[in-house]
């Protein structure tokens, strides 16, 4: 959440990282996913009109791309890796400069840990 300053943006860059990093296609869709947004208010808590807002603050960022497909008409999107891995590497405090997809997605790679922090998950 330090890193876009914005709760809702912060949330929905947490789903776009594990998307990217876990989503089943992504890597032959070349970093882009679909999600309708019913889907992101299912797995995220917001609400269309901040689901927008949230996107809106992650282009302004630059960490985040969207592109309009037409047949069938649907929005994707895809993390700006250039940009969102030096803002993470910065954070960390790690001397990393970039990473690419491939990279980014390998679960071997401790790299793209360090950069994210480790996963847990709250029970009640």
Known sequence: MSLVRDTAAGVLLCQL??????????QERDGWIYKTA???QQETGLSWKVQRR?????LELDVLEERKQLMPARLEFRLKLSTLVPMLAARAELAVETV???HFRDS???????LIGRAFLLLP
């Open 17 to 26: 990282i594990y998307w990217t990093r876990r989503g089943v296609d992504v």
């Open 38 to 40: 019913y889907e992101w």
């Open 54 to 58: 949230a996107r809106t603050h992650l």
């Open 100 to 102: 690419d997809l491939a």
């Open 108 to 114: 071997q790679s401790t790299t793209a840990d360090e």
